[in-house]
């Protein structure tokens, strides 16, 4: 059956290093991932969108890959901040494609100063 | 610009008492709406979503039903909770499927005794 897999354990790092999470999928091949950020006790917020067809986009200090072969999205925050503790959640299509997102339990980062 | 609302924030509720939870949405026509459930530490758990008024699409057995009385109305209910409904609900929108970012409310804190 289609898995989505994210590291359940946290991330501690120090501020102004760069973080690094982890999005792996089976048993499918997404057409697309989108990734979110959750703060706690709030709703999700979208961030970033990347294709199949796109190894790599940025926005800011946010950089994402996709890599087809690894089955595996890599999400980047450059020179972190405190203020980008939070958990961050990977969302493909349940299917290869489709109107519907399956969410990753997600990663809980903590940027420490 | 657009706009989710939902209410209430915090509900602590008896087992086997009825619950209704609402969602609207402003800024926008004819939206896709979603309800999930989100367990304490776990990722999102799609419960239902509607294309349309009167048009709901379920993704998981329960004892919760949903209705779209209005474009921008997004209603969650139950005729009686149970102590495993207890949980994160949010409700979101997005603009169509695929690939369009989800937008989600503030969420409700579900507690059942």
């Known amino acids: 059956s289609q898995k989505i897999e994210q590291n359940s354990e946290a991330l501690n790092i120090q501020e102004g290093k760069t973080a690094t999470l982890t999005c792996n999928y089976t048993?499918?091949?997404?057409?697309?991932l989108q990734w979110y950020r959750q703060d706690p006790g709030r709703g999700p917020v979208f961030l970033l969108l990347?294709?199949?067809?796109?190894k790599e986009k940025r926005k800011e200090r946010l950089k994402v890959t996709f890599d087809t072969t690894l089955k595996q999205s890599l999400f980047h925050i450059t020179a972190s901040q405190p203020a980008d503790s939070a958990t961050y959640l990977c969302?493909?299509?349940?299917?290869?494609?489709?109107?519907?997102?399956?969410f990753g339990g997600g990663t809980r980062l903590m940027v420490k100063p | 610009s657009q706009t989710i609302h939902q209410w209430p924030a915090t509900l602590v509720q008896p087992v086997g008492s009825p619950l209704s939870l609402e969602c609207t949405v402003e800024?926008?026509?004819?939206?896709?709406l979603y309800w999930y459930r989100q367990a304490a530490g776990r990722g999102l758990q799609l419960l239902f979503y509607?294309?349309?008024?009167?048009?709901i699409s379920s993704e998981v057995p329960q004892n919760l039903s949903a209705s779209r009385p209005q474009d921008r109305q997004f209603i969650l209910s139950s005729k009686k909770l149970l102590l495993s409904d207890s949980g994160f609900y949010l409700c979101?929108?997005?603009?169509?499927?695929?690939?369009?970012?989800?937008?989600f409310g503030d969420g409700t804190r579900l507690s059942i005794l």
């Open positions: 979101a929108w997005s603009r169509g499927g695929g690939e369009q970012p989800q937008h």
């Open positions: 048993n499918y091949s997404p057409a697309y």
């Open positions: 990347i294709r199949e067809n796109e």
């Open positions: 969302a493909p299509p349940p299917g290869n494609a489709g109107n519907m997102l399956t």
């Open positions: 800024g926008t026509s004819n939206p896709n």
């Open positions: 509607s294309v349309g008024i009167g048009q």
